[in-house]
């Protein structure tokens, strides 16, 4: 028997008014894991990559679907260092929060870059998502988007 490792993502977005700080909505949606996220974690666990090197969060309007190949958004255009992150048993959290006047407008693709600057489409693209219907954000909104990464234990033959 073959043990082997699953990595999955997901995003979980939630809008607050930035006035009073009351949650207006969240969402959640599955993400794809990148070859180029995949060899990155690896990097962490063996030292090759610093674990407290920069992460990035970037926001673009690009419209092609997730390939496991991607290395950058199709058209980035706002970046944002990561506010928290840390691990709970099997699950890495990522949290970065964008503030009122902040990325505001119409976003189609999101990515998370390991190892990365305030350089667009700079570091290890970690994971890419396009959600349906994209994520839109108002000047007089917060924005919380927690990148979630599960690694599970399976078998195989």
């Known amino acids: 028997m073959i043990d082997t490792v699953k990595v999955t993502g ?3 977005f939630t809008w607050a008014d930035a006035a009073t700080g009351e949650t207006i909505k969240t ?3 599955k993400n794809l894991v990148t070859d180029t996220g995949l060899s990155a974690i690896a990097g ?3 030292g090759a990559i610093p674990a407290d090197s920069a992460v990035h969060l970037a926001m673009g309007t690009g419209t092609q679907s997730p390939s496991k190949n991607d290395t950058a958004l199709n058209t980035e255009g706002f970046r944002r260092v990561v506010s928290t992150r840390r691990h709970q048993n099997n699950v890495i959290y ?3 929060f964008i503030l009122s006047g902040q990325a ?3 976003w189609s693709e999101l990515g998370v870059f390991l190892q990365s600057t305030e350089i667009p489409n700079s570091g ?3 994971n890419r998502i396009t959600p349906p ?3 839109n954000k108002a000047p007089n909104q917060a924005l919380t988007a927690e990148v979630r990464i599960m ?3 399976g078998s195989g033959v």
Do not use: K, N, Y
């Open 10 to 12: 997901e995003w979980v």
């Open 27 to 29: 969402q959640t949606h």
């Open 44 to 46: 962490v666990f063996v």
């Open 94 to 96: 990522l949290r970065f």
């Open 104 to 106: 505001v407008g119409a």
């Open 124 to 126: 290890l693209l970690l």
């Open 133 to 135: 219907g994209g994520i």
């Open 151 to 153: 690694l599970t234990a």
